[in-house]
């Protein structure tokens, strides 16, 4: 079945970099987009950006530009978020998922990844 | 802070229907398919709706979608204890160049 697992949860100090792994698995990898989406606890869902596994062609919005950055290792179908000049205020799971032409579907798992000093 | 504005909770008793809106904008909703996720708690969000009104295979239909003009609704009838999530709409925005999700609605079966 298609599935997105994800790496483990992340504390990091503000200013420093993380980086989210997601990996695909039961479809072929370059087919489909891949999106992130955030959710800081108890608010709602923040989109981040997507990226297309076979171009590698990236979108991101507009709040994190300069600050994120998607790639990939198609080899190993394994989708990468690289957030950095972590603030409190990135404090949040990411989640990863599987965008067009699919809809959103599935979601990994999410990562939880804590800013802290 | 979102662009796709939803009423922060609605709520019914088992066997009664909920309607959930998402209000937008033309350059969202207006000219966009838009697609609504269910959110269990502590879960990651779940492919409810698609392209407006579309159920992926496993979503039962008590759950319909509809849209008009700058605005999308989501019904659930036959209001079940398992339907107390949080739901959310999203859509593609073409003047953000984003996708945009829904403040986002708390359902609570009574």
């Known amino acids: 079945q298609v599935q997105l697992v994800q790496s483990g949860a992340e504390v990091k100090k503000p200013g420093a970099s993380v980086k989210v792994s997601c990996k695909a698995s039961g479809y072929t990898f370059t087919t489909y987009d891949i999106n992130w989406v955030r959710q800081a606890t108890g608010q709602g869902l923040e989109w981040v950006g997507w990226m297309n596994p076979n171009s590698g062609n990236t979108g991101y919005a507009q709040k994190f530009q300069g600050r994120v950055t998607l790639t990939r290792d198609n080899a190993i179908t394994t989708a990468y978020m690289e957030l950095s000049d972590l603030r409190s205020d990135d404090t949040a799971v990411y989640y990863c998922?599987?965008?067009?032409?699919?809809?959103?579907?599935?979601w990994g798992q999410g990562t939880l990844v804590t800013v802290s000093s | 802070q979102s662009v796709l504005t939803q009423p922060p909770s609605a709520s019914g008793a088992p066997g009664q229907r909920v309607t959930i809106s998402c209000s937008g904008g033309p350059s969202n909703i207006g000219n966009n398919a838009v697609n609504w996720f269910q959110q269990l708690p502590g879960t990651a969000p779940k492919l409810l709706i698609y392209?407006?009104?579309e159920r992926p295979s496993g979503v039962p239909d008590r759950f319909s979608g509809s849209k008009s003009g700058t605005s999308a609704s989501l019904a659930i009838s036959g209001l079940q204890s398992e339907d107390e999530a949080d739901y959310y709409c999203?859509?593609?925005?073409?003047?953000?160049?984003?996708?945009?999700f829904g403040t986002g609605t708390k359902v609570t079966v009574l």
């Open positions: 999203a859509a593609w925005d073409d003047s953000l160049d984003s996708h945009v």
């Open positions: 998922t599987r965008g067009r032409p699919s809809n959103f579907d599935p």
């Open positions: 392209i407006n009104n």
